[in-house]
């Protein structure tokens, strides 16, 4: 146990270690819901990829199903779809009229994940473009669907970041969740040996100071994954 001061407060926090194998494979048998085949398939098939590094794990895409039942969702954007696994695990979540909007530059990743959502029933639900994602949303707020959507992730190109949370504001409704993965960005972002030379660190730092001071949601970052912030408008 070791003694921190925070903000002037004096508390005692219990170091806990990294979760291992053992405590991973326990919460996959014991604590998560039961996996789609076609998610499974997608997940084997991602591994295998040299970049599958960049693929959403199992944990977080069941807690975006989750937020999805409180949130009633039905409008969504995904900011990265890789492989789209967890466009898959986010469309099974959705009832029969929602809606998952992708935005990829990529055809080549997006076409490895199309034939599982259509395994799963789910690509009718699915609607990726392919072209930047900041044409994307901004084409979404010219059509005037500002305001209109339940959750965003942010998961792409880090450089991007910033204008993508500007975007995604404009288009989260009130009570809605946007969501912004690797805020942690593989620990570097806490490291002051890591310079903000390297454009991605600058971003995710400025984009993270830019939703500390923001009055207009609510936040809060989670250690799951490479770091997750979660973002309700109010």
Not at 14 to 20: G, L, R, S
């Amino acid at each position: 146990m070791e003694n921190f001061y925070l903000n002037g407060y004096h508390s005692k926090v219990y170091k806990v270690e990294p979760i291992n194998d053992q405590s991973l494979q326990y919460l996959l048998d014991k604590c998560l819901p039961d996996f789609h085949p076609a998610q499974i398939e997608l997940q084997k098939e991602t591994q295998k990829h040299p970049l599958s590094v960049m693929q959403t794990t199992g944990e977080q895409t069941t807690f975006f199903q989750f937020l999805f039942s409180l949130l009633n969702a039905k409008k969504v954007i995904e900011i990265g779809v890789f492989t789209g696994y967890n466009s898959l695990g986010m469309a099974l979540a959705l009832p029969e009229d929602g809606t998952v909007i992708g935005c990829d530059v990529s055809e080549e990743f997006v076409s490895i994940g199309r034939k599982y959502w259509a395994q799963a029933g789910v690509d009718h639900k699915i609607k990726v473009e392919i072209q930047e994602a900041t044409k994307t949303l901004q084409q979404l707020i010219d059509a005037g669907q500002s305001n209109t959507f339940d959750f965003i992730l942010i998961d792409a190109d880090k450089q991007g970041y910033v204008e993508y949370y500007n975007l995604s504001k404009q288009l989260i409704r009130p009570g809605g969740i946007v969501a912004i993965d690797n805020v942690l960005f593989f620990g570097y972002i806490a490291d002051p040996n890591k310079s903000d030379e390297d454009d991605r660190i600058r971003t995710i730092r400025q984009l993270n100071d830019i939703v500390k001071h923001d009055s207009e949601v609510i936040r809060v970052t989670l250690p799951i994954g490479d770091g997750l912030t979660l973002v309700k408008k109010k």
